[in-house]
Structures are given as structure tokens and as C-alpha cells.
């Protein structure tokens, strides 16, 4: 079982599924700044006392703000989904004529990612692909914000992992070519790491980053994901017969 595991991360090329997991990076990169700062932050900040992220020295800031519980949270929410999605494609696959199916989610993919460095395009989404979230998980993650311990942070990010959101989305689709359950949660796993940068830097520097830091990473973030948007139409144009 394990020989077949480590096969399948071979599904898309002795280099394609690094080359995956880079590319689901620099949208989890560019998305962190002009998506999750802005979606996410209050989470966040939430979960720091008023004051905490100033007080200490650096490195005693920098350990508040770094939450590592709750991202630890949000990396296996985040895996455990890029795994359903990478072991359901691959599923797929197994049936004779449907070896088309990878190539095909990478492109859309790539489509996705690209429509999340043009805003007044995403603006247009179907409302499916808006974030909200629904008053079911509202009602439990409430009480995790009222005692923000390391468990219920954990338990916070877990949660959250599952809100609806569009640049998700296209990175689930990319990770489901993958061509398999570990593969996807490995894509998956490159993803959610990139977001985690600016999410630090809400919680270390609060409104500062909002004001000082985001409106130049914004500029940046269009590049990001036009580099993810190759990367992937690469990796599909490699795929087809």
C-alpha cells in the first residue's frame, strides 16, 4: 500500500507534484494578502488579548502572533480536504476514458486562480463562491472565540477550513488532479502554508499591516497568481495524450 502511495505522487511527473504544491503556495501567497488578511483576520485577531501582539520583545511578539495551534488547525481541515478531493479524482481516473479528468482540473484550475488576480472579475462569481459563513458553524465557532486556548484554537482553525470560499475552492480543484488522497493533501498542505505569512502579520502588527504592508503586497499579489496560473496550465498541457 505504501509502494502505491508513493507511485501515485509520481502521477503527475517526476517533478509535477513539487512543481503542484509551489504553485498552490504562491496563490495561498498572493490570497493571503488580498483575500485572507482581509476574511480572516478578525479570527485572528480575536484570538490575541488587546495588547498581547505588542507586548514582550520581538520574539515574545512573534510567538504570540504565530498561533501555531490554530494554523495547525487550519493545515489538517485544509489537508484532510485536499485529500478527499485528490483520492475522489483519482477514483475517476480508473475508469476507462476518463483519463482526461487531470488535465481538465488543472485548467480550470488555472482559470479559477486567474480570475482571483482580476477583482472586478471575481466580483462576478456565482454566489456559491462567495465567503460567508453559515449559522451552523457561526454557532461553533462563537464559543471558541470566548476561551482562546491552544485547543479551541486548534479546534477554530480545524473549523474554519471548511468556510465557503472561492480561491479555496480553485486550490481544491488544482489538488484533486494530484492523482491521489496523499498527493492532494500535500498540495493542500503547500497552500494553506502560504497564507499563513500574512495572517501573521495581521495578528503581529494589527490595522499597521492593513494600512502599511498590504496595499504594496496587493500590487504583488496579480503576479503570484499569474505565475500559478503557468505553472498549472503547464502541468496539464504536460498531462494530455
Given at each position: 500500500?505504501?509502494?502505491?502511495?508513493?507511485?501515485?505522487?509520481?502521477?503527475?511527473?517526476?517533478?509535477?507534484?513539487?512543481?503542484?504544491?509551489?504553485?498552490?503556495?504562491?496563490?495561498?501567497?498572493a490570497g493571503?494578502?488580498?483575500?485572507?488578511?482581509?476574511?480572516?483576520?478578525?479570527?485572528?485577531?480575536?484570538?490575541i488579548?488587546?495588547?498581547?501582539?505588542?507586548?514582550?520583545?520581538?520574539?515574545?511578539?512573534?510567538?504570540?502572533?504565530?498561533?501555531?495551534?490554530?494554523?495547525?488547525?487550519?493545515?489538517?481541515?485544509?489537508?484532510?480536504?485536499?485529500g478527499?478531493?485528490?483520492?475522489?479524482?483519482?477514483?475517476?481516473?480508473?475508469?476507462?476514458?476518463?483519463?482526461?479528468?487531470?488535465?481538465?482540473?488543472?485548467?480550470?484550475?488555472?482559470?479559477?486562480?486567474?480570475?482571483?488576480?482580476?477583482?472586478?472579475?471575481?466580483?462576478?462569481?456565482?454566489?456559491?463562491?462567495?465567503?460567508?459563513?453559515?449559522?451552523?458553524?457561526?454557532?461553533?465557532?462563537?464559543?471558541?472565540?470566548?476561551?482562546?486556548?491552544?485547543?479551541?484554537?486548534?479546534?477554530?482553525?480545524?473549523?474554519?477550513?471548511?468556510?465557503?470560499?472561492?480561491?479555496?475552492?480553485?486550490?481544491?480543484?488544482?489538488?484533486?488532479?494530484?492523482?491521489?488522497?496523499?498527493?492532494?493533501?500535500?498540495?493542500?498542505?503547500?497552500?494553506?502554508?502560504?497564507?499563513?505569512?500574512?495572517?501573521?502579520?495581521?495578528?503581529?502588527l494589527?490595522?499597521?499591516?492593513?494600512?502599511?504592508?498590504?496595499?504594496?503586497?496587493?500590487?504583488?499579489?496579480?503576479?503570484?497568481?499569474?505565475?500559478?496560473?503557468?505553472?498549472?496550465?503547464?502541468?496539464?498541457?504536460?498531462?494530455?495524450?
Amino acid at each position: 500500500m505504501i509502494a502505491s502511495c508513493l507511485h501515485a505522487l509520481d502521477t503527475l511527473g517526476a517533478d509535477g507534484l513539487p512543481a503542484l504544491v509551489a504553485a498552490l503556495f504562491l496563490a495561498g501567497l498572493a490570497g493571503g494578502v488580498s483575500h485572507c488578511a482581509a476574511m480572516c483576520g478578525p479570527f485572528v485577531l480575536a484570538q490575541i488579548a488587546p495588547g498581547e501582539s505588542l507586548a514582550g520583545g520581538r520574539l515574545a511578539r512573534l510567538s504570540g502572533a504565530m498561533l501555531l495551534p490554530y494554523h495547525l488547525g487550519r493545515a489538517l481541515g485544509y489537508a484532510l480536504l485536499g485529500g478527499v478531493a485528490g483520492g475522489f479524482a483519482a477514483g475517476l481516473t480508473l475508469v476507462p476514458g476518463l483519463a482526461w479528468v487531470p488535465p481538465v482540473l488543472l485548467v480550470l484550475a488555472a482559470l479559477m486562480m486567474a480570475t482571483q488576480a482580476m477583482p472586478p472579475l471575481a466580483a462576478r462569481l456565482p454566489a456559491w463562491q462567495q465567503w460567508s459563513m453559515p449559522g451552523a458553524l457561526r454557532r461553533r465557532v462563537a464559543p471558541l472565540l470566548d476561551r482562546p486556548r491552544a485547543r479551541h484554537s486548534f479546534v477554530l482553525g480545524l473549523l474554519l477550513s471548511a468556510l465557503p470560499c472561492g480561491l479555496l475552492y480553485g486550490a481544491l480543484v488544482g489538488a484533486a488532479a494530484s492523482g491521489s488522497a496523499l498527493a492532494g493533501a500535500l498540495a493542500m498542505a503547500g497552500f494553506v502554508a502560504g497564507t499563513v505569512p500574512a495572517l501573521v502579520g495581521v495578528a503581529l502588527l494589527g490595522r499597521l499591516f492593513r494600512r502599511r504592508t498590504e496595499p504594496v503586497l496587493r500590487r504583488l499579489a496579480p503576479v503570484l497568481y499569474g505565475v500559478n496560473t503557468l505553472v498549472l496550465l503547464g502541468l496539464a498541457f504536460r498531462m494530455m495524450p
